[in-house]
């Protein structure tokens, strides 16, 4: 049973930075894409960043770039989303997912086939 289990969500001031993680089992990767989406209330899931875990090849939003550093530690079957420079605009609940690589439109969440429970992040201004 494939689980994903985030985590490092909280409250930081606008500018400050919060790093997240997401813990994989039970499965291998190597044919997976990792993305991090979030959702802000009223608003429809969005991707943040993604990495391919067989190459590490990476994808962020605009939005992000520059801000956000996706990456992934084989040992740990763990993805981490660096988040610096948090601006209010980033306050969302933030999930982590797992997709075949060749499952679809790779920045649409219906590719996605397993999905953490989210943590919140709150960024003040």
């Known amino acids: 049973q494939v689980q994903l289990v985030e985590s490092g969500g909280g409250l930081v001031q606008a500018g400050g930075s919060l790093r997240l993680s997401c813990a994989a089992s039970?499965?291998?990767?190597?044919?997976?894409?990792m993305g991090w989406f979030r959702q802000a209330p009223g608003k429809e899931r969005e991707l943040v960043a993604r990495?391919?875990?067989?190459?590490?090849?990476?994808y962020y939003a605009d939005s992000v770039k520059g801000r956000f550093t996706i990456s992934r530690d084989y040992a740990k079957d763990t993805v981490y989303l660096q988040m610096n420079s948090l601006k209010p605009d980033d306050t969302a609940v933030y999930y982590c997912?797992?997709?075949?690589?060749?499952?679809?439109?790779?920045?649409?969440?219906?590719?996605?086939?397993?999905w953490g429970q989210g943590t919140q992040v709150t960024v003040s201004s």
């Open positions: 997912a797992a997709g075949m690589a060749d499952g679809g439109p790779l920045s649409t969440s219906g590719t996605y086939n397993y």
């Open positions: 039970g499965r291998t990767f190597n044919n997976y894409i």
């Open positions: 990495i391919r875990w067989s190459t590490g090849s990476t």
